[in-house]
């Protein structure tokens, strides 16, 4: 026998679970792994029965509850039922987290993706697994790195050097902290680039610009925290890595003085020289806001003697 509930969506002939799930896990995907608890406010509320044309009758439709020791009647709103039950049954397939569990992590109470919900939703959306590593959305086990990174205190003596760091770790463990730690700088300096404050991201909202640099390369055991990091466009980011610029213990731009036999037309988009006007004008990092999150003098100095290119030109 039908409840009540399953009498009204059958009535109204509202979508079936399978198909809500799927929309839902899509939507999760472009929205960076999270959608809010399904408040009247809402607008994936609106979007998701948009996605399935429902008609004014299927949006607004409500059930009744019946408290009669209180004599009174609750009302709720059958559409937003329905997506929280094919949200919490995402949830019981350990495809998503729960709202409680995405708040404990981040303080906002959000369904999340977790690797597995991450996995079925680029395959909903036909995008190739092998783009998953490349991608900065978010998902619980990923977020739970990021955190523990932005939360850690830095040690009294810290060294950017991790001697525990092994030549081939695991694939999934690697990828989870590598993907850990790019989403942790790049939230940290409000993803843009550090050097030329570059902000942008795809069309579908899916990757950035942005990368998160390691300052201490990962080749030579740099660690994956925040003070080894620093937010960079790809193009700073090669550079930085080349050696062509580093920082002073001031945060600084030092330009290598190889740039002074580097050909005219060598780094030039029409008019604009991304390197030399690094020289022409005063220019410093772009930190974030909390200076816990600095990055570390030590690695500076280990990336100046290392791998910036000879002396600067100031």
Avoid at 9 to 18: D, E, S, Y
Avoid at 48 to 76: C, I, P, W
Avoid at 180 to 185: E, I
Avoid at 264 to 278: Q, S, W
Wanted: glycine content about 6%; some cysteine.
């Amino acid at each position: 026998m039908m409840s009540y509930e399953q009498q009204m969506i059958a009535k109204l002939a509202m979508p079936q679970r399978g198909q809500i799930q799927a929309a839902l896990l899509q939507q999760m995907l472009a929205r960076d792994g999270v959608i809010k608890e399904f408040g009247e406010s809402e607008t994936v509320v609106d979007e998701l029965a948009d996605q399935f044309g429902l008609n004014s009758m299927q949006r607004h439709a409500v059930l009744e509850t019946v408290y009669r020791k209180e004599n009174r009647v609750k009302k709720s709103s059958l559409w937003h039922r329905i997506l929280f039950r094919a949200a919490d049954e995402l949830s019981r397939q350990g495809l998503v987290s729960r709202p409680t569990a995405t708040f404990h992590l981040t303080q906002r109470r959000e369904w999340m993706l977790t690797e597995k919900g991450f996995d079925a939703a680029l395959k909903l959306c036909d995008i190739p697994a092998t783009r998953r590593d490349s991608l900065l959305v978010a998902s619980f086990e990923v977020c739970k790195i990021a955190r523990g990174i932005i939360n850690r205190s830095k040690p009294t003596r810290y060294s950017p050097i991790d001697t525990s760091k092994v030549a081939r770790p695991k694939r999934t463990s690697s990828m989870l902290r590598r993907r850990g730690f790019r989403r942790a700088v790049v939230e940290a300096y409000g993803f843009r680039c550090a050097v030329c404050g570059l902000k942008i991201n795809a069309p579908d909202g899916l990757t950035w610009e942005v990368e998160a640099a390691h300052i201490v390369p990962n080749h030579a055991k740099g660690r994956d925290d925040i003070w080894n990091g620093i937010a960079m466009c790809r193009l700073h980011h090669w550079a930085f890595d080349a050696g062509w610029f580093t920082f002073n213990e001031s945060f600084g731009v030092m330009l290598s003085d190889s740039l002074r036999h580097l050909p005219a037309d060598y780094g030039i988009f029409g008019t604009y020289d991304f390197l030399r006007a690094l020289a022409d004008t005063p220019a410093t990092l772009m930190l974030p806001a909390h200076q816990r999150w600095h990055p570390d003098i030590t690695a500076i100095r280990r990336h100046n003697h290392h791998i910036f290119s000879r002396r600067a030109i100031r």
